[in-house]
């Protein structure tokens, strides 16, 4: 079975360009996370959909980043304009929530570099 | 709030050596849930034990074993016969319970070095 697909693996930018990264979540599964990797913050989730909806959002830093999942197989997480501080590992997480919490499956993360 | 702390930064050792990583937690939700994910070199993140907060039995699943001790808020996991392929950080992760059930809180990490 296919995991977390996450796309492009890598990803180097000018400051002041806008990013897109995309994921695909593991078929069936309702519930898409967007996480962010740092040295100084760790691992930080960003934003939570079920059913394609954002229920959480508060952990987005700021307007510059936006998300979308506009299908249940399919998912983005936009950063417009780019800057040096948002260069991280950006990973997506899905699962499918029963009752309760359920585990998290991770794709293999976009690594971005903001120059 | 949830938290997670994992006090060791760093461990190493040589291959076949067992190897303890600790983790201690903090919730006032009465019913949550506890992971351990494993990060290789490689960088991605890969799950490897849940355990919910009603069931303290520990449990061996091939060369990893885990104590979850509620009364001391512990969720510690152990590597039998350490290979060099175990080599990664593992991060402990709490989610679930009456307040935001889907957030997983990581603790800082434990990067596992295995020598040959």
């Known amino acids: 079975d296919a995991g977390v697909i996450q796309s492009p693996r890598h990803e180097v930018t000018e400051m002041g360009q806008e990013v897109t990264l995309r994921c695909k979540p593991i078929?069936?599964?309702?519930?898409l996370f967007w996480y962010r990797q740092t040295m100084m913050r760790g691992l930080e989730l960003l934003i939570y959909f079920n059913n394609n909806v954002p229920i959480d959002d508060s952990g987005m830093p700021e307007d510059r980043f936006s998300a979308k999942m506009p299908n249940a197989s399919f998912s983005t997480l936009k950063i417009q304009p780019s800057e040096p501080r948002d260069s991280a590992v950006y990973f997506c997480a899905s699962t499918q929530e029963r009752e309760g919490t359920d585990t998290q499956y991770f794709g293999p993360g976009t690594r971005l570099t903001v120059l | 709030a949830q938290k997670v702390t994992q006090a060791q930064t760093e461990i190493s050792v040589v291959e076949k050596e067992d190897v303890t990583l600790d983790c201690v937690y903090e919730?006032?939700?009465?019913?949550?849930?506890l992971f351990w994910y494993k990060q290789p070199p490689s960088g991605e993140l890969v799950f490897l034990i849940r355990r919910n907060s009603f069931d303290e039995q520990n449990e061996i699943s091939g060369r990893y074993s885990w104590n979850f001790q509620k009364s001391t808020s512990s969720f510690n996991f152990t590597i039998t016969a350490s290979q060099v392929v175990d080599s990664a950080v593992y991060f402990c992760?709490?989610?679930?319970?009456?307040?935001?059930?889907?957030?997983?809180?990581f603790g800082a990490g434990t990067t596992v070095t295995v020598r040959a």
């Open positions: 919730t006032r939700d009465t019913t949550y849930y």
């Open positions: 992760a709490l989610s679930g319970g009456e307040s935001n059930d889907y957030k997983l809180s």
């Open positions: 078929s069936g599964h309702n519930s």
